[in-house]
């Protein structure tokens, strides 16, 4: 129960990730025939203008997203209000790379692989996804240790994978803006005169108080 309370970001993290699984998995019937795992697509379950594969195809995409939004988030909340959990921010991480993964694993499954290289803004996700595969496999205790200084710089690439998203999303005229906007936001407040202001009249504000 202690272990739970210590790491409840982490947890709350993990179950909000989680929950559109549930969705997904109404979508798709999985059976074992002759020691073969097959999946099979349950029409129907999406919306009217949308077959099953389309619209599992949007809901990875748009978690991914998401999350990713909310990973570069974190560092501008630590400026604006003192509050920072890295564990918190790993399993944002973790849940990022997981949704792109599935993402690009459903993308496969409709278009098949060669179709990744046939438009600028596939290559642009395709990419993305590549970065995420060895942030997703670092981000745990073990790997900072063995890294040390180059954990930090590994971590940095997530900023082209954003970057990459967004290409990717705004291509394919999706709500792009609404998570440029959030994530441009967040690099203005980390600029450094900008950023040492804000801790300025945070210190400032919890000083009087």
Known sequence: MNLIKKNYGWVLVVILASLPLLILSSMVSISVIEGTLKLTLIENQAASNSDTLEMLY???????????TAVLT???????????????????????AVWSLLHFIIFIWAAGMLETFTQ?????????????????FTSNSKSMKMLKKNWKKLQSFSYVAIFLTLVHVAILEKTWTIYATIVGVGFIIRIPFIKEKFIRLRTNKNNSN
């Open 58 to 68: 949007h809901i990875t995409g748009e978690f991914a997203i998401r999350w990713m």
């Open 74 to 96: 974190c560092t501008p909340f630590f400026i604006l209000f003192g509050v920072t959990n890295l564990y918190v921010r790993q399993a944002m991480g973790i849940a990022t």
């Open 120 to 136: 600028f803004n596939y290559i642009a996700g395709f990419i993305a996804v590549l970065i995420l595969i060895p942030l997703l």
